[in-house]
C-alpha cells in the first residue's frame, strides 16, 4: 500500500512552516512542505532537519494553474493518492499606496480562486479518510458582520452553491475597481482580506456538503481561524506564535477516522464557531 502523505501550502515560513513541523512529529506519512520559490523552500526544509524532522519538499505556486497541476501528478505517481491538504497559502497587501480594486483583485485571486482550484485538482486524488484544512481568519465573521443583510442572507445560506459564491467573489472584484463595493453592501476594509476569507469558509462549508452528496469516504473538509500570530502578513503584531497558530490547523488535519463532527464548519481553538447572520 502507498505511503500516506500530506501536503502543506505556502509553508516555508509562518504559520505553514509550523503546520509541517507539527505534521513530521505527528502524522504517520510522508508531509511536503511546499513553496513558490525553491531557494526558499530547501531552506525551511534544511531547518527543519536540523530539528531531527524529515519534510519533504516540492515547488507549487497556487497562482499558477500548470504548477497546481504537477504537483498532482507528483503525487499521483509517487503515493497514488493524498490524504491530508491544508490550504494556507495567502497574501494580504499592507501597501496603502496601491489603488484599491488592484489590492482587493489580487488578495481574492489568491486567497479564494487559486485556494478553490487547488481543491478542484487536488480533491479527486483524496483517499478515503483524508483530511481537508482550508486556513480562513476571524477576519471572515468580521466582514461577514460589515457585509449588508442581502450578502449575509447569501454567504450564510446552506444551499449556496460554489458558482454562487464565485460570482458573489468576482462581483466584489469588479465593483472594487471602480470604488463601488460599499454602495453595493460589500464589506471593504482590509483590503478584500475579509471578503476572501468569507469564501474560503463558506467554500469550505459548500465542499463537504458537495463531498456528502457524493458518498466520499469519511472525507472531511474544515475552515480554521490560527488565531492572532506574529507573522510577516501580521506586520508581526500577533501575540500568538506560530506554533501555536498550527494547532487549530493541526487539530482539523488529524480527526480522527469517522469523526461525525466537525465536519464543513468554521474552526477557532479547535471549537466550532457558528457562521449565521
Known amino acids: 500500500m502507498a505511503r500516506r502523505v500530506a501536503v502543506v501550502t505556502g509553508s516555508n515560513k509562518g504559520i505553514g512552516f509550523a503546520i509541517v513541523r507539527a505534521l513530521c512529529k505527528q502524522f504517520d506519512g510522508d508531509v ?100 481537508v484544512v482550508n486556513l480562513s481568519s476571524v477576519m471572515s465573521q468580521i466582514g461577514l458582520n460589515g457585509c449588508s443583510e442581502a450578502l449575509r442572507a447569501r454567504f450564510t445560506d446552506p444551499t449556496i452553491s460554489i458558482e454562487e459564491l464565485s460570482s458573489l467573489m468576482q462581483r466584489f472584484v469588479d465593483l472594487s475597481q471602480d470604488g463601488k463595493q460599499d454602495e453595493a453592501g460589500y464589506f471593504s476594509s482590509y483590503h478584500g482580506y475579509a471578503m476572501s476569507k468569507i469564501g474560503v469558509t463558506v467554500m469550505s462549508m459548500i465542499q463537504q456538503r458537495e463531498l456528502d452528496k457524493a458518498g466520499a469516504e469519511d472525507i472531511v473538509v474544515n475552515a480554521c481561524c490560527p488565531g492572532y500570530v506574529d507573522t510577516d502578513m501580521s506586520e508581526h503584531k500577533g501575540f500568538l506564535t506560530i506554533d501555536q497558530g498550527a494547532e487549530s490547523p493541526i487539530y482539523c488535519a488529524l480527526l480522527p477516522p469517522n469523526v461525525s463532527s466537525p465536519r464543513g464548519k468554521f474552526i477557532s481553538q479547535k471549537n466550532i464557531v457558528e457562521w449565521k447572520m
Open 32 to 131: 511536503i512542505l511546499t513553496a513558490r520559490d525553491e531557494g526558499r523552500g530547501q531552506a525551511a526544509v534544511k531547518a527543519l532537519q536540523g530539528e531531527g524532522l524529515q519534510p519533504k519538499f516540492q515547488p507549487l505556486d497556487i497562482d499558477d494553474h500548470n504548477s497546481v497541476i504537477r504537483l498532482r501528478d507528483f503525487l499521483q505517481q509517487t503515493y497514488d493518492g493524498l490524504d491530508i491538504l491544508v490550504n494556507n497559502a495567502a497574501i494580504l497587501f499592507h501597501d496603502e499606496s496601491l489603488p484599491y480594486g488592484k489590492r482587493a483583485k489580487e488578495v481574492i485571486k489568491t486567497n479564494y480562486f487559486s485556494n478553490l482550484d487547488v481543491c478542484n485538482v487536488l480533491f479527486p486524488i483524496l483517499r478515503p479518510h483524508a483530511r
